[in-house]
């Protein structure tokens, strides 16, 4: 047997990386008092751990990995996330159910709505 035990995120502000992953997520630390690489996880048990480590170089251009979150309310999610300091990177063209947006670092990420007629746009 193998599953995902882990996805990592690479980040140079430590603490803001966490705290908005935390928030977005709603995950829990293993471990409060580590530094430099944490592990988040699913208080449900449900999804895989997000790990977070620190480092001195980050590269950017196009990620050749990202998240996909997947939102039955879109709309709210994508709101919320903006709230705690993402941004949006690129809105949803025509026909697509993804909204690209970035973390506060600039690192990218989708959210996917799942409920038709509910999606977010630029326009709210």
């Known amino acids: 047997m193998i599953k995902i035990g882990s996805i990592v ?8 990386t966490v705290a ?6 709603h995950y829990v630390p293993r471990s409060p008092d ?7 996880k699913d208080p449900a ?4 751990n997000l790990s977070v480590q620190e480092t001195d170089e980050l590269k950017f ?3 050749r990995m990202h998240l996909d979150l ?19 990177h ?18 990218l990420f989708c959210v996917v709505g799942l409920d038709e007629g509910k999606y977010w746009s630029p326009r709210g």
Request: aromatic share 10%; net charge negative.
């Open 9 to 16: 995120i690479n980040c140079k502000d430590f603490d803001r």
């Open 20 to 25: 908005f992953w935390q928030e977005a997520l």
């Open 34 to 40: 580590e530094r430099e690489f944490t592990i988040l």
């Open 45 to 48: 048990r449900i999804g895989p």
């Open 61 to 63: 251009g196009k990620n």
């Open 70 to 88: 997947y939102a039955t309310d879109q709309k709210a999610e994508v709101e919320r996330l903006l709230a705690i300091g993402a941004t949006v």
């Open 90 to 107: 690129r809105p949803p063209q025509e026909d697509e159910d993804f909204v690209i947006l970035a973390d506060p670092e600039g690192k």
